[in-house]
C-alpha cells in the first residue's frame, strides 16, 4: 500500500512550506529515515527525513513551489502502485524568475537542478549549491566526515572560471529574488516593524568590573566547557537577572492577550552566511555563566553550520542581538515577534577618565559599551523600560549581584 509524505508543520507559526529541493526523484528507492526533500518553513530551511521505506512513486509539487501543511505532496510505496495524478489538496505557489530585461537573458521555464542529493551535504550547502548551479561532487567538504558546508560552496571556485570574475554580469544592475531565508527574513522584520510600536532606548555601560569578573571566571568555565566564556554571556546573565524582576519584558504580545512566562528562553540573534538566524536557549534562566556559554556556542556552531533543528529556533520569550567586535557602537534592533522587547549589544570602545591611583589622580582607560532596547510601547510604558535597561546597567557595573 502506497503511503502519502505530508508537508510538515515545522514551527507553530507554519502554514505552508516551500520545497527548496527535492533530495530524491520519482523511481529512487528510499530508506526509512533518510532525508527526502528540504522545505524552508517560515525560519530556516529543514531537511525532511522519510517515515516509510519503498520507491518514490509520485511528487505533486517541484522545487520552488509551496504547499499547505497536512496536504499531501507525495506517494512511497512499491513499484507499480497506482497513485492518484493529482492531489486536490495542494495549492501551488510559483516561484517567479526574475530576469533583468537588460541583460539579453532568455527566460527559462526551469533551472536545471545539478547540485547532487548522493553527497553529504547542510541544508544550506545543497540550497546556495543549487541556486549558482554548482556540482556539489565536484566540492571538498571540511564538515564532520566530509559533509559539505554553506563556506565550502561559497568559497568553490571551478575550473572554468578560476581566473575570471564570478560575479561578472551583463549590465549595470543584479536582479535578486526576494526568496528563500533572505524572503522569511523581510517578512518578519516588515510584520513586526509595522504592527508593533517600537521604542529604543540606550545606556552606557562601564564594563571595567565585568571585564575583570571574565578575567576571573575565565580558566574555570574554559576547564569545565572547553569554550571561552565572552562579555555576552554576562550580559545574557545580568539580562535574566533583570528579567526576574521586570517579567513583564519577558512575554509575548498577541491580539487577545499579553503571555507573561516565568521561564526565559533567550533567544541569540546569529549572523550567519545568508541571513540571520535566532535559536533558542531554553530555560536559560536556571543556568550559571559556565552553562550559558556552553550552550550559546554550541547553538551558534549549529547555526554557522546549517544544522539547526526546528525545535532550536522555536519557544523564545526574549532575544539579545550583539555586534560583537563591531566598530558600530549602537543600533535600534528589530522585536523578534511575538516577544515584547529585545536588547542590542554594541561593540565595545574604550574611553579615558579621570580616575585614582596609589600616586594620586590619573587618567585610566574604561571599556564601555551601548546598550539599546528596544520594547513594544503596547506592552510596557517608557518608566518601567528605562528601569529594566538600568538594572541591567548595575548588575554589569557591580556584576557580585548576578551570583545572588
Known amino acids: 500500500m502506497a503511503h502519502e509524505v505530508t508537508m510538515p508543520k515545522l514551527s507553530s507559526t507554519m502554514d505552508e512550506g516551500t520545497i527548496t529541493l527535492w533530495l530524491k526523484e520519482e523511481g529512487d528507492s528510499v ?32 522545487d520552488g513551489e509551496s504547499a499547505p501543511v497536512n496536504s499531501v505532496i507525495a506517494y512511497i ?15 501551488i505557489v510559483e516561484t517567479e524568475v526574475v530576469i533583468s530585461e537588460t541583460a539579453g537573458a532568455t527566460p527559462e521555464a526551469k533551472t536545471e537542478n545539478i547540485a547532487t542529493s548522493k553527497i553529504r551535504a547542510t541544508p544550506a550547502a545543497r ?22 558546508q554553506a563556506l565550502d560552496v561559497k568559497n568553490y571556485q571551478s575550473p572554468k572560471t578560476t581566473g575570471k570574475n564570478s560575479h561578472e554580469i551583463e549590465s549595470d544592475v543584479e536582479v535578486i529574488a526576494w526568496e528563500g531565508m533572505r524572503k522569511v527574513i523581510a517578512d518578519r522584520m516588515s510584520y513586526s516593524k509595522t504592527t508593533i510600536p517600537h521604542v529604543t532606548m540606550q545606556a552606557e555601560v562601564n564594563m571595567i568590573k565585568a571585564k575583570e569578573l571574565r578575567e576571573q571566571v575565565l580558566p574555570m568555565v574554559e576547564a569545565q566547557t572547553a569554550e571561552r566564556i565572552s562579555y555576552t554571556e554576562i550580559i545574557m546573565k545580568a539580562t535574566m537577572v533583570a528579567l526576574k524582576e521586570f517579567p513583564i519584558f519577558n512575554a509575548h504580545g498577541k491580539e487577545d492577550a499579553i503571555y507573561q512566562y516565568s521561564q526565559i528562553n533567550l533567544g541569540i540573534a546569529v549572523a550567519v552566511s545568508d541571513g540571520l538566524l535566532v535559536p533558542v536557549i531554553k530555560e536559560a534562566n536556571k543556568m550559571g555563566l559556565a552553562d550559558l556559554t556552553k550552550q550559546t556556542k554550541e547553538l551558534t556552531n549549529k547555526a554557522r553550520n546549517g544544522q539547526l533543528t526546528g525545535d532550536d529556533l522555536q519557544g523564545g520569550t526574549f532575544t539579545i542581538s550583539s555586534l560583537g567586535r563591531s566598530k558600530v557602537q549602537s543600533f535600534n534592533p528589530i522585536i523578534n515577534a511575538p516577544e515584547v522587547a529585545i536588547l542590542g549589544v554594541g561593540g565595545m570602545k574604550s574611553i579615558w577618565q579621570m580616575g585614582e591611583s596609589e600616586v594620586g589622580p590619573e587618567f585610566v ?7 539599546s532596547l528596544s520594547f513594544d510601547h503596547r506592552v510596557a510604558d517608557g518608566a518601567p523600560a ?19
Do not use: C, H, W
Not at 533518510?34 to 529543514?46: C, H, L, N, P, W
Not at 540550497?127 to 559539505?148: F, T, Y
Open 77 to 91: 510505496g512499491e513499484a507499480g502502485e497506482i497513485v492518484p495524478e493529482t492531489t486536490p489538496s495542494v495549492e
Open 31 to 62: 530508506e526509512i529515515g533518510e532525508a527526502i526533500f528540504e522545505v524552508m518553513t517560515d525560519k530556516i530551511a529543514i531537511e525532511v527525513e522519510a517515515y516509510e521505506e519503498g520507491m518514490l512513486l509520485k511528487k505533486y509539487i517541484g
Open 365 to 371: 582607560e574604561v571599556p564601555t559599551l551601548n546598550l
Open 386 to 404: 528605562a528601569a529594566f535597561l538600568s538594572r541591567i546597567v548595575e548588575l554589569l557595573e557591580n556584576p557580585l549581584g548576578l551570583l545572588l
Open 127 to 148: 540550497r546556495i549549491a543549487n541556486e549558482k548551479q554548482i556540482n556539489l561532487a565536484e566540492i571538498n567538504g571540511s564538515g564532520p566526515k566530509g559533509r559539505i
